[in-house]
Nanobody
Framework: QVQLVESGGGLVQAGGSLRLSCAAS????????MGWFRQAPGKEREFVAA????????DYADSAKGRFTISRDNAKNTVYLQMNNLKPEDTAVYYC???????????????WGQGTQVTVSS
Protein backbone atom coordinates (compact mmCIF):
# COMPACT_ATOMS: atom_id res chain seq x y z
CA GLN A 1 0.00 0.00 0.00
CA VAL A 2 1.13 3.55 -0.66
CA GLN A 3 0.10 6.92 0.72
CA LEU A 4 0.22 10.01 -1.47
CA VAL A 5 0.45 13.68 -0.48
CA GLU A 6 0.34 16.45 -3.08
CA SER A 7 1.70 19.96 -2.73
CA GLY A 8 2.57 22.94 -4.88
CA GLY A 9 -0.82 24.14 -6.01
CA GLY A 10 -1.80 27.77 -5.94
CA LEU A 11 -2.95 30.80 -7.89
CA VAL A 12 -1.06 31.80 -11.02
CA GLN A 13 -1.71 34.08 -13.95
CA ALA A 14 -2.26 32.72 -17.43
CA GLY A 15 1.07 31.99 -19.08
CA GLY A 16 2.72 31.26 -15.76
CA SER A 17 4.16 28.06 -14.34
CA LEU A 18 3.69 25.81 -11.35
CA ARG A 19 5.36 22.63 -10.18
CA LEU A 20 3.28 20.10 -8.32
CA SER A 21 4.87 17.48 -6.10
CA CYS A 22 3.53 14.18 -4.87
CA ALA A 23 5.32 12.49 -2.00
CA ALA A 24 4.71 8.77 -1.75
CA SER A 25 5.23 6.76 1.39
CA UNK A 26 5.15 3.04 1.92
CA UNK A 27 7.61 0.21 1.86
CA UNK A 28 7.51 -0.20 -1.93
CA UNK A 29 6.56 3.31 -2.98
CA UNK A 30 9.32 3.63 -5.58
CA UNK A 31 8.00 0.54 -7.40
CA UNK A 32 4.68 2.15 -8.32
CA UNK A 33 3.77 3.83 -11.55
CA MET A 34 2.49 7.30 -10.78
CA GLY A 35 0.10 9.68 -12.44
CA TRP A 36 -1.66 13.00 -12.26
CA PHE A 37 -5.35 13.60 -12.79
CA ARG A 38 -7.44 16.72 -12.48
CA GLN A 39 -11.05 17.62 -11.84
CA ALA A 40 -12.52 20.97 -12.72
CA PRO A 41 -15.80 22.19 -11.17
CA GLY A 42 -18.75 20.45 -12.74
CA LYS A 43 -16.56 18.10 -14.75
CA GLU A 44 -15.38 14.54 -14.43
CA ARG A 45 -11.89 13.70 -13.26
CA GLU A 46 -9.53 13.38 -16.20
CA PHE A 47 -6.10 11.94 -16.82
CA VAL A 48 -3.23 14.40 -17.22
CA ALA A 49 0.09 12.52 -17.18
CA ALA A 50 1.72 9.33 -15.95
CA UNK A 51 5.18 7.87 -15.48
CA UNK A 52 6.45 4.34 -15.03
CA UNK A 53 8.21 3.26 -11.85
CA UNK A 54 11.61 3.61 -13.52
CA UNK A 55 10.80 6.91 -15.18
CA UNK A 56 11.57 5.39 -18.54
CA UNK A 57 8.04 5.66 -19.89
CA UNK A 58 5.62 8.55 -19.77
CA ASP A 59 2.20 9.33 -21.17
CA TYR A 60 0.29 12.58 -21.48
CA ALA A 61 -3.19 13.73 -22.26
CA ASP A 62 -3.39 15.81 -25.41
CA SER A 63 -4.16 18.87 -23.31
CA ALA A 64 -0.86 18.44 -21.45
CA LYS A 65 1.49 17.63 -24.32
CA GLY A 66 4.08 20.30 -24.93
CA ARG A 67 3.22 22.22 -21.75
CA PHE A 68 3.43 19.74 -18.86
CA THR A 69 6.28 17.45 -17.89
CA ILE A 70 6.05 14.58 -15.44
CA SER A 71 9.18 13.33 -13.70
CA ARG A 72 10.14 11.40 -10.60
CA ASP A 73 12.93 11.11 -8.08
CA ASN A 74 12.83 7.62 -6.61
CA ALA A 75 15.45 8.49 -4.02
CA LYS A 76 12.91 10.94 -2.60
CA ASN A 77 9.81 8.89 -3.50
CA THR A 78 8.45 11.99 -5.18
CA VAL A 79 6.77 12.64 -8.51
CA TYR A 80 6.59 16.07 -10.06
CA LEU A 81 4.36 17.76 -12.59
CA GLN A 82 5.94 20.82 -14.14
CA MET A 83 3.21 22.91 -15.72
CA ASN A 84 4.18 25.73 -18.08
CA ASN A 85 2.15 28.18 -20.13
CA LEU A 86 -0.84 27.63 -17.90
CA LYS A 87 -4.29 28.50 -19.17
CA PRO A 88 -7.51 29.32 -17.30
CA GLU A 89 -8.92 25.99 -18.46
CA ASP A 90 -6.18 24.25 -16.47
CA THR A 91 -7.93 25.38 -13.29
CA ALA A 92 -8.81 22.26 -11.32
CA VAL A 93 -8.01 20.15 -8.31
CA TYR A 94 -5.00 18.05 -9.25
CA TYR A 95 -4.72 14.55 -7.84
CA CYS A 96 -1.75 12.24 -7.63
CA UNK A 97 -2.40 8.55 -8.23
CA UNK A 98 -0.45 5.31 -8.08
CA UNK A 99 -0.68 1.70 -9.10
CA UNK A 100 1.60 -1.12 -10.09
CA UNK A 101 1.63 -0.55 -13.86
CA UNK A 102 1.58 2.42 -16.20
CA UNK A 103 -1.46 1.07 -18.02
CA UNK A 104 -3.47 0.75 -14.82
CA UNK A 105 -2.42 4.10 -13.38
CA UNK A 106 -3.66 5.79 -16.55
CA UNK A 107 -7.07 4.14 -16.40
CA UNK A 108 -8.08 3.09 -12.88
CA UNK A 109 -5.44 3.60 -10.23
CA UNK A 110 -6.09 2.24 -6.75
CA UNK A 111 -4.31 4.86 -4.71
CA TRP A 112 -5.10 8.56 -4.62
CA GLY A 113 -3.89 11.65 -2.86
CA GLN A 114 -6.17 14.28 -1.38
CA GLY A 115 -5.63 16.79 -4.19
CA THR A 116 -4.19 20.25 -4.54
CA GLN A 117 -5.97 23.26 -6.04
CA VAL A 118 -4.56 24.98 -9.10
CA THR A 119 -6.21 28.22 -10.17
CA VAL A 120 -5.16 30.04 -13.31
CA SER A 121 -6.44 33.60 -13.68
CA SER A 122 -6.91 35.25 -17.06
Amino acid sequence: QVQLVESGGGLVQAGGSLRLSCAASGRTASMYAMGWFRQAPGKEREFVAAISWSGGSTDYADSAKGRFTISRDNAKNTVYLQMNNLKPEDTAVYYCAADMSLRVVITLPRYWGQGTQVTVSS
